[in-house]
């Protein structure tokens, strides 16, 4: 099966603009793996942000976006918040089985 | 509002067998294709399985398959994880998830340990 990549870490300050990316070790990524991406909370069972590439969810963050960028799945946060320090991970469909990222630790500092 | 509520976790040793649920309501059941997700203690989520609405398809990891199976009763609102020959690395909080990852559960914790 693929592996799919993620940053493992990125730093952000608050009130700035960051960005994901999830990549496919077999292909470009594309509209047709249906991108999610998702977000944890120590403790906590994990949220859907965003799902098929750029649709949210009713409870998802206006500054929160999703996109897709250069064959890669992309994750915009425009204005971060300090609640927004969390582990987000990447989901891509491959016609049946599904595989997630190793996700990335997003630190608000 | 949609709820899901996993149970059946626990305590198994290496080779041997348990049998999660995932107790829907809130939504229609029938219409989702539902997923199973794990996490091992301090690392990534892992998709485990999914399964379409009327159970003809399923799809699995590929370090389960033939020994996990994934089923449904919609007349029930209850998803199913049959796990068989259980490992250590099998370790991890298990969570079902409905179509569109839109809901999840809190979670049942599978431990595989002699």
């Known amino acids: 099966q693929a592996v799919v990549t993620q940053e493992p870490s990125l730093t952000v300050s608050p009130g700035g603009t960051v960005i994901f990316t999830c990549g496919s070790t077999t292909e470009a990524v594309t509209s047709g793996h249906s991108p999610y991406w998702c977000q944890q909370k120590p403790g906590q069972a994990p949220t859907t942000l965003i799902y098929d590439t750029s649709n949210k969810h009713s409870w998802t963050p206006a500054r929160f976006s999703g996109s897709l960028l250069g064959g890669k799945a992309a994750l915009t946060l425009s204005g971060a918040q300090p609640e927004d320090e969390a582990d987000y991970y990447c989901?891509?469909?491959?016609?049946?089985?599904?595989?997630f990222g190793g996700g990335t630790k997003l630190t608000v500092l | 509002e949609a709820q899901l509520v996993e149970s059946g976790g626990g305590l198994v040793q290496p080779g041997g067998s348990l049998r999660l649920s995932c107790e829907a309501s809130g939504f229609s059941f029938s219409s989702d294709w539902m997923n199973w997700v794990r996490q091992a203690p301090g690392k990534g989520l892992e998709w485990v399985a999914n399964?379409?609405?009327?159970?003809?398809?399923?799809y699995y990891v590929d370090s389960v398959k033939g020994r996990f199976t994934i089923s449904r009763d919609n007349a029930k609102n209850s998803l199913y994880l049959q796990m068989n020959s259980l490992r250590a690395e099998d370790t991890a909080v298990y969570y079902c998830a409905r179509a569109k990852l839109a809901s999840w559960g809190q979670g049942t914790l599978v431990t595989v340990s002699s």
């Open positions: 989901l891509l469909s491959y016609g049946g089985p599904w595989v």
């Open positions: 399964i379409r609405q009327d159970g003809r398809d399923k």
